[in-house]
Protein backbone atom coordinates (compact mmCIF):
# COMPACT_ATOMS: atom_id res chain seq x y z
CA UNK A 1 0.00 0.00 0.00
CA UNK A 2 1.05 3.50 -0.73
CA UNK A 3 1.85 5.83 1.94
CA UNK A 4 -0.41 9.49 2.04
CA UNK A 5 3.02 11.31 0.86
CA UNK A 6 3.09 8.75 -1.93
CA UNK A 7 -0.41 9.59 -2.83
CA UNK A 8 -0.53 13.05 -2.65
CA UNK A 9 2.47 13.72 -4.71
CA UNK A 10 0.59 11.65 -7.28
CA UNK A 11 -2.47 14.55 -6.53
CA UNK A 12 0.25 17.31 -6.85
CA UNK A 13 1.45 16.24 -10.01
CA UNK A 14 -1.47 15.81 -11.76
CA UNK A 15 -3.07 19.50 -10.16
CA UNK A 16 0.50 21.60 -9.25
CA UNK A 17 -0.30 23.30 -6.30
CA UNK A 18 1.73 25.81 -7.95
CA UNK A 19 -1.24 26.90 -10.52
CA UNK A 20 -3.80 27.68 -7.70
CA UNK A 21 -4.84 31.20 -7.12
CA UNK A 22 -3.20 33.06 -5.06
CA UNK A 23 -6.35 33.47 -2.30
CA UNK A 24 -6.80 29.70 -2.42
CA UNK A 25 -6.12 27.47 0.51
CA UNK A 26 -5.18 24.09 -1.44
CA UNK A 27 -2.85 21.20 -0.51
CA UNK A 28 -3.53 18.92 2.54
CA UNK A 29 -5.38 19.60 5.57
CA UNK A 30 -4.56 17.19 8.17
CA UNK A 31 -3.07 13.75 7.80
CA UNK A 32 0.01 11.48 8.49
CA UNK A 33 2.36 11.16 5.79
CA UNK A 34 3.56 7.89 6.34
CA UNK A 35 0.16 5.94 7.07
CA UNK A 36 -0.83 3.86 4.51
CA UNK A 37 -3.76 4.68 2.09
CA UNK A 38 -5.99 1.91 0.92
CA UNK A 39 -9.01 3.45 0.08
CA UNK A 40 -9.54 7.28 -1.31
CA UNK A 41 -12.85 9.20 -1.27
CA UNK A 42 -13.67 11.85 -3.35
CA UNK A 43 -16.31 14.50 -2.98
CA UNK A 44 -16.98 18.29 -3.46
CA UNK A 45 -17.37 19.54 0.13
CA UNK A 46 -15.62 19.16 3.43
CA UNK A 47 -18.68 18.53 5.36
CA UNK A 48 -19.35 16.97 8.14
CA UNK A 49 -21.91 14.64 5.93
CA UNK A 50 -18.85 13.54 3.78
CA UNK A 51 -16.35 12.98 6.97
CA UNK A 52 -18.91 10.66 8.18
CA UNK A 53 -19.58 8.99 5.01
CA UNK A 54 -15.34 8.54 4.90
CA UNK A 55 -15.88 6.73 8.66
CA UNK A 56 -18.59 4.26 7.35
CA UNK A 57 -16.56 3.58 4.35
CA UNK A 58 -13.39 2.85 5.90
CA UNK A 59 -11.23 5.82 3.97
CA UNK A 60 -7.83 6.78 4.77
CA UNK A 61 -8.19 9.97 2.67
CA UNK A 62 -10.92 12.60 1.26
CA UNK A 63 -10.02 14.02 -1.72
CA UNK A 64 -12.53 17.26 -1.74
CA UNK A 65 -12.67 20.43 -4.43
CA UNK A 66 -13.36 23.27 -2.08
CA UNK A 67 -11.49 24.09 1.10
CA UNK A 68 -12.08 23.13 4.76
CA UNK A 69 -10.52 26.35 6.01
CA UNK A 70 -10.39 28.93 2.71
CA UNK A 71 -10.09 31.89 4.84
CA UNK A 72 -7.67 30.59 7.87
CA UNK A 73 -8.78 29.78 11.19
CA UNK A 74 -7.65 30.70 15.05
CA UNK A 75 -9.10 27.42 16.15
CA UNK A 76 -10.09 24.20 15.34
CA UNK A 77 -12.73 23.50 18.59
CA UNK A 78 -15.09 20.57 17.96
CA UNK A 79 -17.76 22.81 19.12
CA UNK A 80 -17.21 24.85 15.76
CA UNK A 81 -18.64 22.98 12.54
CA UNK A 82 -15.55 23.04 10.45
CA UNK A 83 -13.10 21.74 13.89
CA UNK A 84 -16.06 19.20 14.47
CA UNK A 85 -14.82 17.67 10.57
CA UNK A 86 -11.50 18.28 12.06
CA UNK A 87 -11.95 16.45 14.91
CA UNK A 88 -13.84 13.58 12.75
CA UNK A 89 -11.30 13.18 11.04
CA UNK A 90 -8.23 12.76 12.71
CA UNK A 91 -9.76 10.22 15.07
CA UNK A 92 -10.28 8.08 12.56
CA UNK A 93 -7.30 8.73 10.84
CA UNK A 94 -8.15 10.11 7.34
CA UNK A 95 -6.61 12.60 5.47
CA UNK A 96 -7.87 15.47 4.00
CA UNK A 97 -6.51 17.08 0.68
CA UNK A 98 -8.08 19.81 -1.34
CA UNK A 99 -7.64 20.71 -5.24
CA UNK A 100 -9.29 23.84 -6.02
CA UNK A 101 -8.60 26.25 -8.39
CA UNK A 102 -5.41 23.87 -9.44
CA UNK A 103 -8.04 22.10 -10.80
CA UNK A 104 -10.44 24.66 -12.61
CA UNK A 105 -7.47 25.44 -15.07
CA UNK A 106 -5.99 21.57 -15.27
CA UNK A 107 -6.17 20.11 -18.17
CA UNK A 108 -8.50 17.80 -17.90
CA UNK A 109 -9.97 19.77 -15.21
CA UNK A 110 -13.46 20.94 -13.79
CA UNK A 111 -14.76 22.14 -16.63
CA UNK A 112 -13.54 19.09 -19.39
CA UNK A 113 -15.23 17.06 -16.70
CA UNK A 114 -18.70 19.51 -16.82
CA UNK A 115 -18.54 19.00 -20.69
CA UNK A 116 -17.97 15.46 -20.84
CA UNK A 117 -21.08 15.08 -18.39
CA UNK A 118 -22.70 17.05 -21.18
CA UNK A 119 -21.82 14.97 -24.50
CA UNK A 120 -19.82 17.88 -25.85
CA UNK A 121 -17.23 18.85 -28.23
CA UNK A 122 -14.10 20.80 -26.70
CA UNK A 123 -12.41 22.96 -28.56
CA UNK A 124 -10.06 24.85 -26.47
CA UNK A 125 -10.01 26.58 -23.33
CA UNK A 126 -12.32 30.03 -22.60
CA UNK A 127 -9.41 31.44 -20.62
CA UNK A 128 -6.13 29.78 -22.17
CA UNK A 129 -2.90 29.57 -19.41
CA UNK A 130 -0.52 31.86 -21.27
CA UNK A 131 1.78 29.47 -19.38
CA UNK A 132 0.57 26.65 -21.53
CA UNK A 133 2.69 26.03 -25.12
CA UNK A 134 0.11 23.32 -26.24
CA UNK A 135 -2.92 25.88 -25.43
CA UNK A 136 -5.35 23.17 -23.54
CA UNK A 137 -5.08 24.54 -19.55
CA UNK A 138 -7.01 27.53 -18.54
CA UNK A 139 -10.56 28.34 -17.06
CA UNK A 140 -13.92 27.19 -18.81
CA UNK A 141 -14.05 25.00 -21.83
CA UNK A 142 -15.96 26.06 -25.45
CA UNK A 143 -17.67 23.70 -26.55
CA UNK A 144 -19.95 22.52 -30.00
CA UNK A 145 -22.90 20.58 -29.46
CA UNK A 146 -23.34 17.30 -31.81
CA UNK A 147 -26.46 18.77 -33.43
CA UNK A 148 -27.99 21.90 -33.33
CA UNK A 149 -30.70 22.17 -30.60
CA UNK A 150 -33.00 24.88 -28.90
CA UNK A 151 -32.00 26.81 -25.57
CA UNK A 152 -35.15 24.48 -23.95
CA UNK A 153 -33.77 21.51 -25.20
CA UNK A 154 -30.35 22.11 -24.22
CA UNK A 155 -31.36 23.31 -20.75
CA UNK A 156 -33.52 20.03 -20.69
CA UNK A 157 -30.20 18.10 -21.43
CA UNK A 158 -28.56 19.83 -18.63
CA UNK A 159 -30.96 19.38 -16.26
CA UNK A 160 -31.20 15.73 -17.19
CA UNK A 161 -27.47 14.72 -17.24
CA UNK A 162 -25.73 17.00 -14.12
CA UNK A 163 -26.96 15.65 -10.80
CA UNK A 164 -30.15 16.56 -9.65
CA UNK A 165 -30.67 19.48 -6.54
CA UNK A 166 -33.44 21.91 -6.01
CA UNK A 167 -32.42 24.62 -8.01
CA UNK A 168 -32.75 22.67 -11.26
CA UNK A 169 -31.56 24.67 -14.33
CA UNK A 170 -32.48 28.19 -14.49
CA UNK A 171 -32.21 29.86 -18.35
CA UNK A 172 -31.75 33.89 -19.34
CA UNK A 173 -32.98 34.01 -22.99
CA UNK A 174 -35.14 33.06 -25.94
CA UNK A 175 -36.15 29.39 -25.05
CA UNK A 176 -36.46 28.90 -29.11
CA UNK A 177 -33.21 30.06 -29.86
CA UNK A 178 -30.72 27.26 -31.56
CA UNK A 179 -27.28 26.94 -29.73
CA UNK A 180 -24.54 25.19 -31.40
CA UNK A 181 -22.11 26.55 -29.47
CA UNK A 182 -21.10 26.63 -25.54
CA UNK A 183 -19.25 27.84 -23.01
CA UNK A 184 -18.93 25.89 -19.82
CA UNK A 185 -17.60 26.76 -16.32
CA UNK A 186 -17.95 24.70 -13.34
CA UNK A 187 -18.90 26.72 -10.16
CA UNK A 188 -19.20 30.70 -10.37
CA UNK A 189 -18.91 31.62 -13.54
CA UNK A 190 -20.51 35.34 -14.04
CA UNK A 191 -16.81 37.21 -13.73
CA UNK A 192 -16.55 35.84 -17.74
CA UNK A 193 -18.87 37.37 -19.06
CA UNK A 194 -16.38 39.79 -21.24
CA UNK A 195 -14.67 36.36 -22.35
CA UNK A 196 -17.63 34.43 -23.22
CA UNK A 197 -19.00 37.16 -25.64
CA UNK A 198 -15.74 37.44 -27.00
CA UNK A 199 -15.66 33.56 -27.77
CA UNK A 200 -18.73 34.56 -30.07
CA UNK A 201 -20.94 31.21 -28.60
CA UNK A 202 -24.50 30.57 -28.27
CA UNK A 203 -24.96 30.42 -24.87
CA UNK A 204 -22.91 29.82 -21.73
CA UNK A 205 -23.45 27.25 -18.74
CA UNK A 206 -22.24 27.87 -15.34
CA UNK A 207 -23.42 28.71 -11.90
CA UNK A 208 -24.49 30.98 -9.31
CA UNK A 209 -25.55 33.92 -11.44
CA UNK A 210 -27.03 36.88 -9.80
CA UNK A 211 -29.44 39.18 -11.03
CA UNK A 212 -27.17 42.53 -12.03
CA UNK A 213 -24.82 40.56 -14.02
CA UNK A 214 -27.54 38.63 -15.77
CA UNK A 215 -29.67 41.57 -16.54
CA UNK A 216 -26.51 43.46 -18.25
CA UNK A 217 -25.22 40.51 -19.99
CA UNK A 218 -28.58 39.67 -21.64
CA UNK A 219 -28.80 43.74 -22.26
CA UNK A 220 -25.40 43.91 -24.25
CA UNK A 221 -25.93 40.53 -26.14
CA UNK A 222 -28.20 37.61 -27.17
CA UNK A 223 -26.37 35.41 -25.05
CA UNK A 224 -28.41 32.67 -23.86
CA UNK A 225 -27.16 32.01 -19.99
CA UNK A 226 -27.97 28.50 -18.28
CA UNK A 227 -27.68 28.99 -14.73
CA UNK A 228 -27.20 24.96 -12.73
CA UNK A 229 -26.62 24.58 -9.15
CA UNK A 230 -22.96 24.95 -8.13
CA UNK A 231 -22.42 21.68 -6.62
CA UNK A 232 -24.48 19.95 -9.58
CA UNK A 233 -21.48 21.95 -12.43
CA UNK A 234 -18.37 20.55 -10.14
CA UNK A 235 -19.54 17.17 -9.03
CA UNK A 236 -18.68 15.05 -12.41
CA UNK A 237 -15.28 16.31 -11.75
CA UNK A 238 -15.07 14.14 -9.00
CA UNK A 239 -15.57 11.15 -11.06
CA UNK A 240 -12.45 12.41 -13.65
CA UNK A 241 -10.58 12.52 -10.57
CA UNK A 242 -11.09 9.55 -9.22
CA UNK A 243 -10.34 7.54 -12.53
CA UNK A 244 -7.25 9.11 -12.95
CA UNK A 245 -6.16 8.50 -9.31
CA UNK A 246 -7.00 4.61 -10.43
CA UNK A 247 -4.73 4.94 -13.58
CA UNK A 248 -1.91 5.81 -11.35
CA UNK A 249 -2.64 3.12 -8.48
CA UNK A 250 -2.69 0.65 -11.73
CA UNK A 251 0.73 1.69 -13.24
CA UNK A 252 2.36 2.01 -9.76
CA UNK A 253 0.36 -1.45 -8.58
CA UNK A 254 -1.08 0.43 -5.06
CA UNK A 255 -4.23 -1.52 -5.60
CA UNK A 256 -6.13 1.73 -4.45
CA UNK A 257 -9.83 1.61 -3.87
CA UNK A 258 -11.57 4.86 -5.28
CA UNK A 259 -15.24 5.68 -4.10
CA UNK A 260 -17.18 9.27 -5.48
CA UNK A 261 -19.48 10.23 -2.79
CA UNK A 262 -23.21 10.48 -3.94
CA UNK A 263 -23.97 12.42 -1.28
CA UNK A 264 -25.84 15.54 -2.31
CA UNK A 265 -23.99 18.78 -0.27
CA UNK A 266 -25.79 21.49 -2.27
CA UNK A 267 -26.82 23.49 0.92
CA UNK A 268 -30.05 24.27 -1.04
CA UNK A 269 -32.83 21.58 -0.28
CA UNK A 270 -36.27 22.40 -1.93
CA UNK A 271 -37.87 24.18 -4.55
CA UNK A 272 -41.19 25.94 -5.07
CA UNK A 273 -42.03 27.21 -8.28
CA UNK A 274 -43.61 30.64 -8.69
CA UNK A 275 -47.91 30.48 -9.47
CA UNK A 276 -48.67 33.74 -9.41
CA UNK A 277 -47.73 37.29 -11.31
CA UNK A 278 -47.75 40.65 -10.59
CA UNK A 279 -50.62 43.64 -11.50
CA UNK A 280 -49.85 46.34 -12.64
CA UNK A 281 -50.20 47.99 -9.17
CA UNK A 282 -47.65 45.31 -7.76
CA UNK A 283 -49.88 43.43 -5.53
CA UNK A 284 -50.28 39.43 -6.44
CA UNK A 285 -53.18 38.70 -8.66
Known amino acids: MPRLSEVIAALDALWPPSRAEQWDAVGTVCGDPDAEVTRVLFAVDPVQEIADEAVKLGADLIVTHHPLYLRGTTTVEAGTFKGRVVHTLIKNDIALHVAHTNVDSADPGVSDALAGALDLRITGPLVPDPSDPAGRRGLGRICELDHPETLREFAARAAARLPRTAQGVRVAGDPDAVIRTVAVSGGSG ?33 LALVDAAHWATEWPWCEQAAAQLDAISERHGWGLRTHVSRTVTDPWTAHAPSVSTPSISGAPN
Open 190 to 222: DSLFDQVRAAGVDAFLTADLRHHPVSEAREQSP
